[in-house]
């Protein structure tokens, strides 16, 4: 059910509108931009005010660099040592670029370097310039943790210090199991969805993303299959500096995984049926502008008993919106049902989302 690339000049239909590739494009890869670097930004955030402070480990590529992190810190290192998460996670994220660029797409690959770049700048500049906000909105079993009004009211400063770093130090230390597990979920929360807009996007936020990317494109296993292995691995590890944590961590890993998801589903498989009477000139301007071919068969109406032609095509997700605007644009009075497909295997061409 499918063919080779075509050659032919494509158009991207828009709201019923036909547009140039070049143009489309452009605006495709400035919206992406936009949405891997609001992701990053998330993510980062989340990493070094939440599940650093929790002592928790992230997932893939910086949960690894946490790790050696963590890891220096417990055999003697200096605490300064925290300022370097970013630095490992852009080491580490080299020759998986590599798989990135030649697997998936060299704008998969550039969007990638995009987040890695944002990651490891933000989180060095957080942790270097700032205490988490959460020693102040979260109890300690002491004298943190209270409403925002008790908090813009009192001594609420963010900026990193010899004073402010000795709070944060401590509140970790003396962290209740309610608090640390709160901000296992908070956690879990906010860099899922981080990593989710990246991915979203078209892009990812590095490490383990990359080879998720690979095998869906490539092989079509699920995404979070080889994910959620390797991220489990890392709780493992992580035991070496707190198995107390390991618990918090898998928590943490659940909620990420879920939110990742629910929000990300652009690589699913999605079941279009048209049930049209210009059936011939909706297979012309399909089978131009899409990788994917289609099946065709005659239909009988139940009432009218009047002659149709039943068009069955199967795309990834970020596809259905442009093939719905191109059939409606074609026949506007077209009956179209769409419905997720759970695997699919065969000759199936995949291309990436940009």
Not at 85 to 104: E, K
Not at 338 to 344: R, S
Request: charged fraction near 15%; include cysteine.
């Amino acid at each position: 059910m499918e063919k080779e690339e075509s050659k032919k000049s494509r158009y991207v239909f828009t709201d019923h509108i036909e547009c140039r590739n070049d143009k489309c494009e452009t605006n495709k890869m400035i919206k992406s931009t936009i949405l891997v670097v609001i992701g990053s930004i998330i993510y980062s955030f989340g990493v070094v005010w939440i599940l650093q402070l929790g002592g928790f480990f992230s997932g893939g590529v910086t949960g690894a660099s946490q790790l050696i992190v963590g890891l220096i810190e417990k055999f003697g290192g200096s605490t300064a040592i925290r300022g370097y998460i970013g630095f490992f996670v852009g080491i580490i994220n080299i020759p998986l670029l590599l798989i990135g660029w030649r697997g998936v797409s060299k704008h998969f690959a550039i969007l990638t370097v995009v987040s890695i770049a944002i990651q490891s700048i933000l989180m060095s500049l957080i942790s270097n310039l700032s205490v988490s906000p959460f020693i102040y909105l979260l109890s300690d079993g002491g004298e943190f943790g209270g409403g925002l009004i008790d908090v813009l009211n009192g001594d609420f400063n963010i900026i990193h210090n010899a004073e402010t770093f000795k709070l944060e130090l401590e509140f970790s230390q003396n962290m209740q199991p309610g608090t640390r597990l709160l901000l296992a979920i908070i956690g879990g929360l906010i860099t899922g969805y981080g990593a989710a807009i990246c991915l979203k996007g078209g892009g990812s936020t590095g490490g383990m993303d990359i080879i998720s990317n690979y095998l869906v494109m490539k092989k079509r296993i699920p995404f979070t299959k080889y994910q959620f292995m390797f991220d489990f691995s890392i709780i493992v590890a992580s035991s070496l500096i707190s198995v107390e944590n390991v618990l918090h961590t898998i928590i943490r890993l659940i909620v990420y995984m879920k939110i990742l998801q629910s929000v990300y589903q652009t690589y699913q498989t999605t079941r279009i049926e048209v049930i049209t009477d210009k059936a011939e000139e909706l297979k012309k301007v399909l089978l131009e502008h899409f990788n994917h071919s289609m099946t065709i068969y005659d239909a009988i109406g139940g009432y009218t008993n009047a002659a149709r032609k039943v068009i069955e095509i199967y795309a990834s997700n970020f596809e259905t919106s442009e093939y719905l605007a191109i059939i409606h644009s074609i026949d506007p009075k077209a009956f179209i049902i769409t419905t997720k497909v759970k695997m699919i295997s065969g000759n199936y061409v995949q291309r990436s989302v940009i």
